[in-house]
């Protein structure tokens, strides 16, 4: 599966982005990790094909994930941006193998994209 993210830049405090990701072909689950400069990679969100949602508790109410099945294209609308915010954003896929992914079980997706820079300024 191949990834291939869009939609980074650099926003104020309180703005929006939203991030896409298309797919080369479909996987179970998809989902978006991020990694700051001298800080671990985490989960962000993911969803599955059920349509079950998981999303770590910095981004719960602010950011949405969604999956157009018929483009093979994820999104991640962040909203309400902070600069703890800020970092590189990659989309990854689990393929078709693999289900019950979610922002804890990260090396069950094998897939990942190259990433898009989000950078939020105050």
């Known amino acids: 599966v191949h990834l291939v993210e869009s939609g980074g830049g650099s926003v104020q405090t309180g703005g929006s982005l939203r991030l896409s990701c298309v797919a080369s072909?479909?996987?179970?689950?998809l989902g978006w990790f991020r990694q700051a400069p001298g800080r671990e990679r985490e989960g962000v969100a993911t969803?599955?094909?059920?349509?079950?949602?998981t999303y770590a508790d910095s981004v719960k109410g602010r950011f949405t994930i969604s999956n157009d099945n018929a483009k093979n294209t994820l999104y991640l609308q962040m909203n309400s941006l902070k600069p703890e915010d800020t970092a590189m954003y990659y989309c990854?896929?689990?393929?078709?193998?693999?289900?019950?992914?979610?922002?804890?079980?990260?090396?069950?997706?094998?897939?990942w994209g190259q990433g898009t820079q989000v950078t939020v300024s105050s």
């Open positions: 990854v896929a689990t393929g078709r193998g693999l289900k019950g992914a979610t922002i804890w079980t990260e090396t069950l997706f094998r897939y």
């Open positions: 072909s479909s996987s179970y689950c």
């Open positions: 969803i599955c094909e059920e349509g079950a949602t």
